[in-house]
């Protein structure tokens, strides 16, 4: 911190100026209190006599003044000087810095957070009353505990984070939130908050608008920021990238009632994996990703190995050279020696069903291959198909090749990639990593995305505030020095530059033009510019040079963009100054260019979701700001009135793509992109510039396909930028800890980004589901096939923070872009006016499709990843294994071939290599985990035991490519029975069954947390408030109704002289009994081994399954379930509504819901039922229980241990 620093006056003269500071030290009483600092300025006089005068900063005298007995620093002798008035310099005091403990940390130090999800629906809150979009709402607990000795009764903080959803409501009296701007969201205390208690714990239910079905939804680093001094402090155990610290794992991942996506489970993924991988191809020598356009191999083809690459007549690759000679180095790591295979280039002409000029023919034989082409792109991409044939893993000391001859041209001209480095920062050599990747599978745009709301990543000569505030986030609300931290980036600015110098920028455009990659920068605009705005605005504060300003200071629009952004995110486009900024912004990127030697040929403009989002049907009903963008500014207004035709309050993003269009062409760019949605309703006789592109993004369940015929009308060039297909940032598969957003789809995997057809969007009705995971029904529309400039993947990285994070979600699903963008599928179908397409349809030769993405996906998992990884050093997703347990044997499987399975029989103490099924023994939970071959790179883990639903058998036969759709799954033979209030959509076990198994109490995420602060409830309406929370924290214990776990660990003898005490050991044995001695009095009473593990089982028919009941004794209208007791008679406005007792509908529905599903008393007598405890991995287990009031016979049916706590779960959640 900065101390208090004092100039002792000397002959009237000082060396410096005082001004306040917000820093503090410690005073006798622990706080601290402002203090003054100085800023070191120069005294004017001789400089010989000031030796320490040097450049303008000298030390200066530092004195710390005593505040009760205690300062911050230790005063020390110094060297320093300063000049007095009569010129001499006097040896001064300075101080060793020692830190004041921030008053932030004194809180966010012993705090920690955990964020448990309640539920999507069915959570009986009026979503509509917090002006919730379409009225969708969540609800979650956030559970901070303290951690401090000592009470902490300030209220002067606020715990600041990053929100992807808007926070609409906190339901604690102590607490209200607030908004600040994007996803920067508040929470603090109220007027009533009396603070935390030593050791305790605080509990948060709240509320937020849409739903969270993936648990990267919730971004890091909480911070505690106080307004006494406005230090920051992050939580620790939410500084992290393993969501788990502070993010109970989610138990769900349904979306809404309407949700039909089937969760991922192990033995779902086995029946995937097994459909995915019959007939995998053994012999891939002749398979290239991508796969050329024509492949011949004769007859006596031999093969031949070969142990390293030259490349003869190398200087007709021209500018290409250096990067063909560096990949080849590269890839086969060799050094040149005369034991090398010959590549020998050619310019020559090609046959006419190939020609063009990245077409290429390339014969193959042991004596050497030659490669022929018209242009040196042709030579290039006829080597880096050489290199796609090395089997780089291969342990022996040549790599194998094979006799063959190629003929190869591209699909589309434009085969991209999209890189957003503004949301978060992607490192020069990651962009170039990623280069290497794209030259070698034949990818040849880099679509650059340089600016965003939440960063700006290239130096601007003469615009210094865009990269000294623009690429810098932390929390400064005055903006002055960086922009507001967003994406769970924390309170602090990054310590290495977050930006691309002039001279990273140029070695970039270099390397790239080596490798036959274009790259064309995006910089946002006008909406997503808010980087931009604020580094100029923070220009005008710091300058007062309004040049390059970028808002309206006298507009009051009042509006709300998808990311949540104020006016601030949209560059006003009546502003002359924003017009001087794009030309300032063009020329110093045209320079960059010209010093690498290249012409900026493409400038990708952006253009998208310039509005405001509160003008939306959604929110119609709700009193909110429905003000057109710039509507309020009187630049606009007066622009408007100066010429009538023009509508830039309706219409900004298509009156500034005009205006940039017109600098651009003047600049002598020749293209100018943009996202679709930024050019709506313009043609392309309108601009100026020789060419405009537009990037296609509607998904094709939300009408996609009429949005791409109207734009095939615009004469705008097309690329497929499909966000249900093409998006990176979405996860591979169905599950809560995939990462990613999912507004678009819930899975992108490797298969269905394969079984893309770009030219035929229609088609792909038939071979994937919607957002929900329903059939499509699309009918291709009467009009020409729209003509297809080319197609990209897009990784998005709002969620992804991390390099590790940006290569999982890139690789390897880039290289499935490649493959479609430069050959086309020979199940392609063309684009046919009025023909249907739905899941039910045959069109799509499907055998064709799976017997194509079999052998692209063996030569993915075979050669491909491991050279990306022991190559390149790319470090991609290994997917998860697949599993089932059938009678104690252990059976796996994995997505991608060549890929390493390992399991463990103790929770991941001990692994063990799966070579073929295994016997594990009966009852046994399992964990598994996929590995790369060498084993450097690990999926995440996955657990299976064999209660879960054997009948899930959810692949389409005809196409195993598809998607998994509930009426496939968990039908017929499945016995487990849900509460009414769970959708019987639900079509298997509730999600993660398998993955968080009830013995293991980390990892059970739907009782509620043990309280630090035990606290019996005895009002009724204070129960029914419990009752009703959606995720329950509701304990019983004999006659005891508490809020908190605590309560029953009071030792409390158990009924009828069962020794034993109310427990919560690790919640496994929550009630008053003791399971093992219910075990004891099964054998005692002579049931033979086999009858007693069936009735611990819950599975026997024999009389005995109850004798352990009939020693406890329960109040007359209970309901049992996991041990706990509810008293329907007893509680009056929780269970016992109107006084009806056992006959109360929660206690009705209670008996509905579990009656068949365990042991029940079949006398007809009002005593206790049987606890069929479940013997399950080595312990016991109480299962659920019913009162049986109606004294009908019910038998004993299916109930398991992982079936009875998920129940549980869905019976807390329900209430």
């Given at each position: 911190p900065d101390l208090t620093v004092v100039i002792p006056e000397a002959g009237g003269q000082t060396c410096g100026e005082i001004r306040q500071s917000t820093a503090g030290h410690v005073n006798g009483d622990g706080t601290c209190n402002a203090i003054q600092s100085v800023e070191r300025q120069c005294c004017p006089g001789p400089a010989d006599l000031c030796v320490f005068c040097k450049g303008g900063i000298p030390d200066l005298t530092v004195v710390i003044p005593e505040a009760g007995g205690q300062t911050c620093g230790e005063i020390k002798q110094s060297s320093a000087s300063f000049i007095t008035g009569d010129e001499t310099c006097y040896i001064i005091q300075s101080v060793e810095r020692k830190c004041c403990m921030h008053m932030a940390s004194n809180l966010?130090?012993?705090?920690?957070?955990?964020?448990?999800?309640?539920?999507?629906?069915?959570?009986?809150?009026?979503?509509?009353?917090?002006?919730?979009?379409?009225?969708?709402?969540?609800?979650?607990?956030?559970?901070?505990?303290?951690?401090?000795?000592?009470?902490?009764?300030?209220?002067?903080?606020?715990?600041?984070f990053s929100s992807i959803h808007r926070l609409l409501h906190v339901d604690h009296p102590d607490f209200e939130h607030g908004h600040v701007v994007g996803d920067l969201t508040y929470i603090k205390p109220t007027a009533s908050f009396k603070g935390f208690e030593p050791s305790s714990e605080i509990i948060l239910p709240v509320v937020f608008e849409y739903w969270s079905v993936?648990?990267?939804?919730?971004?890091?680093?909480?911070?505690?920021?106080?307004?006494?001094?406005?230090?920051?402090?992050?939580?620790?155990?939410?500084?992290?990238?393993?969501?788990?610290?502070?993010v109970i794992p989610y138990t769900s991942s349904m979306k809404t009632e309407g949700d039909n996506n089937v969760p991922m489970t192990a033995e779902n993924r086995y029946t995937r994996n097994e459909k995915l991988s019959e007939g995998f191809e053994t012999d891939t020598s002749t398979r290239i990703i991508p796969t050329p356009f024509r492949v011949e191999v004769g007859?006596?083809?031999?093969?031949?190995?070969?142990?390293?690459?030259?490349?003869?007549?190398?200087?007709?690759?021209?500018?290409?050279?250096?990067?063909?000679?560096?990949?080849v180095s590269t890839i086969t790591m060799k050094t040149a020696s005369d034991r090398d295979h010959v590549l020998i280039l050619t310019i020559g002409t090609l046959p006419n069903d190939i020609a063009g000029t990245e077409s290429y023919t390339m014969e193959i034989t042991a004596e050497g291959t030659t490669i022929t082409a018209s242009h040196e792109e042709g030579l290039f991409y006829g080597v880096m198909s050489f290199l796609g044939l090395l089997d780089t893993s291969s342990s022996r000391s040549t790599m194998p090749v094979k006799e063959m001859t190629i003929y190869d041209k591209p699909r589309f001209d434009y085969r991209g990639h999209q890189i957003d480095s503004a949301r978060n920062f992607r490192t020069k050599e990651s962009v170039m990593q990623t280069i290497d990747t794209m030259a070698l599978y034949k990818l040849n745009n880099l679509h650059f995305g340089l600016s965003n709301d939440e960063g700006w990543r290239l130096e601007i000569p003469g615009m210094e505030e865009l990269t000294t505030v623009g690429s810098r986030r932390c929390f400064d609300l005055s903006e002055e020095t960086c922009i507001l931290t967003q994406l769970g980036s924390g309170p602090d600015a990054s310590d290495e530059p977050q930006f691309y110098s002039v001279a990273d920028f140029v070695e970039i455009l270099k390397y790239a033009a080596a490798r036959n990659v274009k790259v064309a920068p995006e910089f946002n605009m006008p909406g997503h510019a808010r980087?931009?705005?604020?580094?100029?605005?923070?220009?005008?504060?710091?300058?007062?040079?309004?040049?390059?300003?970028?808002?309206?200071?006298?507009?009051?629009?009042?509006?709300?963009?998808?990311?949540?952004?104020?006016?601030?995110?949209?560059?006003?486009?009546?502003?002359?100054?924003?017009?001087?900024?794009?030309?300032?912004?063009?020329?110093?990127?045209?320079?960059?260019?010209?010093?690498?030697?290249?012409?900026?040929?493409?400038?990708q403009f952006g253009g998208d979701e310039a509005k405001n989002i509160l003008l939306g049907a959604g929110y119609s009903a709700y009193d909110l700001p429905k003000e057109l963008p710039f509507s309020k500014s009187p630049a606009c207004i007066q622009k408007?009135?100066?010429?009538?035709?023009?509508?830039?309050?309706?219409?900004?993003?298509?009156?500034?793509?005009?205006?940039?269009?017109?600098?651009?062409?003047?600049?002598?760019?020749?293209?100018?992109?943009a996202w679709e949605d930024g050019l709506n309703g313009m043609m392309k006789e309108e601009f100026e510039i020789a060419e405009v592109t537009v990037n296609f993004w509607s998904t094709l369940f939300w009408g996609g396909t009429d949005v791409l015929v109207e734009a095939s009308k615009t004469g705008f060039g097309v690329i497929m930028a499909n966000p249900d297909y093409l998006y990176f940032d979405f996860p591979y598969e169905v599950h809560p800890e995939e990462r990613g957003y999912y507004w678009g789809t819930r899975e992108n995997s490797v298969a269905k980004v394969f079984s893309f057809a770009p030219e035929n969007l229609p088609q792909n009705a038939e071979t994937s589901v919607d957002r929900d995971g329903n059939a499509m029904n699309i009918t291709t529309p009467v009009w020409p096939a729209p003509v297809i400039k080319g197609m990209q993947g897009q990784t998005w990285s709002a969620t992804v923070r991390t390099e590790a994070q940006h290569q999982e979600m890139t690789y390897p699903r880039v290289l499935a872009v490649a493959e479609r963008a430069w050959h086309r599928g020979s199940w392609e179908l063309d684009w046919t006016p009025t023909q249907n397409y739905h899941?039910?349809?045959?069109?799509?030769?499907?055998?064709?499709?799976?017997?194509?993405?079999?052998?692209?996906?063996?030569?993915?998992?075979?050669?491909?990843?491991?050279?990306?990884?022991?190559?390149?050093?790319?470090?991609?997703?290994?997917?998860?294994?697949?599993?089932?347990?059938?009678?104690?044997?252990?059976?796996?499987?994995?997505?991608?071939?060549?890929?390493?399975?390992?399991?463990?029989?103790?929770?991941?103490?001990?692994?063990?290599?799966?070579?073929?099924?295994?016997?594990?023994?009966?009852?046994?939970?399992?964990?598994?985990?996929?590995?790369?071959?060498d084993g450097g790179l690990e999926s995440r883990v996955v657990n299976v035991d064999q209660t879960e639903c054997l009948s899930c058998q959810g692949v389409c036969e005809s196409n195993p490519l598809m998607p998994f759709s509930s009426p496939q799954v968990c039908g017929a033979g499945s016995t487990l029975q849900f509460p009414p209030t769970v959708p019987s959509k639900q079509p298997t076990l509730p999600p993660l069954a398998s993955e968080f198994p009830p013995t293991v109490p980390s990892k059970q995420p739907t009782l509620p947390p043990l309280a630090s602060v035990a606290n019996t409830v005895s009002d009724s309406n204070e129960i029914?408030?419990?009752?009703?929370?959606?995720?329950?924290?509701?304990?019983?214990?004999?006659?005891?109704?508490?809020?908190?776990?605590?309560?029953?660990?009071?030792?409390?003898?158990?009924?009828?002289?069962?020794?034993?005490?109310?427990?919560?050991?690790?919640?496994?044995?929550?009630?008053?009994?003791?399971?093992?001695?219910?075990?004891?009095?099964?054998?005692?009473?002579?049931?033979?081994?086999?009858?007693?593990?069936?009735?611990?089982?819950?599975?026997?028919?024999?009389?005995?399954?109850?004798?352990?009941?009939?020693?406890?004794?329960?109040?007359?209208?209970?309901?049992?379930?996991?041990?706990?007791?509810?008293?329907?008679?007893?509680?009056?406005?929780?269970?016992?509504?109107?006084?009806?007792?056992?006959?109360?509908?929660?206690?009705?529905?209670?008996?509905?819901?579990?009656?068949?599903?365990?042991?029940?008393?079949?006398?007809?007598?009002?005593?206790?039922?049987?606890?069929?405890?479940?013997?399950?991995?080595?312990?016991?287990?109480?299962?659920?229980?019913?009162?049986?009031?109606?004294?009908?016979?019910?038998?004993?049916?299916?109930?398991?241990?992982?079936?009875?706590?998920?129940?549980?779960?869905?019976?807390?959640?329900?209430?």
């Open positions: 966010a130090d012993d705090l920690s957070l955990r964020i448990q999800m309640a539920s999507n629906f069915d959570h009986g809150i009026d979503c509509a009353s917090h002006n919730a979009d379409w009225s969708l709402c969540y609800s979650q607990l956030f559970m901070f505990e303290y951690a401090g000795n000592e009470a902490y009764t300030d209220n002067n903080f606020a715990i600041y993936q648990e990267s939804d919730k971004m890091p680093r909480f911070f505690v920021v106080d307004s006494r001094d406005d230090s920051t402090a992050v939580i620790p155990n939410t500084d992290t990238e393993d969501l788990h610290d502070f007859e006596t083809a031999q093969s031949f190995g070969i142990v390293g690459v030259s490349l003869i007549n190398a200087d007709l690759l021209g500018k290409l050279q250096s990067g063909a000679e560096e990949l980087a931009a705005v604020v580094s100029m605005e923070a220009r005008a504060k710091k300058k007062r040079d309004n040049s390059y300003r970028l808002m309206d200071p006298d507009d009051e629009t009042e509006l709300l963009t998808v990311q949540f952004y104020d006016r601030s995110s949209i560059i006003n486009p009546c502003l002359d100054s924003s017009v001087r900024f794009v030309v300032k912004l063009v020329d110093e990127v045209v320079k960059m260019y010209a010093e690498a030697q290249l012409g900026l040929d493409v400038w408007m009135q100066e010429d009538p035709t023009i509508s830039i309050d309706t219409d900004a993003a298509n009156y500034w793509a005009l205006k940039v269009n017109q600098i651009l062409a003047q600049k002598g760019i020749r293209e100018m992109m899941g039910t349809t045959n069109h799509v030769p499907k055998d064709q499709l799976a017997t194509d993405f079999k052998g692209f996906n063996t030569v993915l998992g075979c050669r491909e990843v491991r050279k990306i990884w022991q190559r390149l050093g790319i470090a991609y997703r290994v997917p998860p294994p697949g599993a089932m347990i059938e009678g104690g044997i252990l059976i796996a499987n994995t997505e991608l071939p060549c890929t390493r399975i390992q399991y463990s029989l103790d929770r991941g103490v001990n692994w063990s290599e799966y070579f073929a099924p295994v016997d594990v023994g009966v009852g046994k939970y399992v964990s598994l985990k996929s590995l790369s071959a029914n408030s419990l009752f009703k929370n959606p995720v329950g924290n509701e304990f019983f214990c004999g006659d005891t109704f508490s809020s908190v776990a605590e309560t029953c660990l009071v030792s409390k003898p158990c009924p009828n002289g069962l020794s034993g005490v109310c427990t919560d050991d690790n919640r496994q044995n929550q009630g008053c009994f003791k399971v093992s001695q219910c075990a004891a009095e099964y054998e005692a009473a002579g049931a033979t081994s086999t009858e007693a593990y069936n009735t611990q089982q819950g599975t026997s028919s024999d009389e005995r399954c109850r004798i352990c009941g009939e020693e406890q004794v329960h109040s007359e209208n209970t309901v049992f379930f996991e041990g706990e007791e509810f008293l329907c008679r007893e509680f009056d406005g929780v269970f016992n509504e109107g006084g009806k007792g056992a006959d109360s509908p929660s206690c009705t529905l209670a008996r509905e819901l579990y009656t068949d599903t365990c042991c029940i008393k079949s006398d007809g007598s009002n005593a206790a039922p049987a606890p069929s405890p479940t013997i399950f991995d080595g312990g016991e287990y109480p299962t659920l229980w019913i009162m049986n009031t109606s004294g009908a016979v019910t038998k004993c049916s299916l109930t398991v241990a992982l079936a009875c706590a998920m129940m549980t779960s869905f019976f807390r959640m329900w209430f």
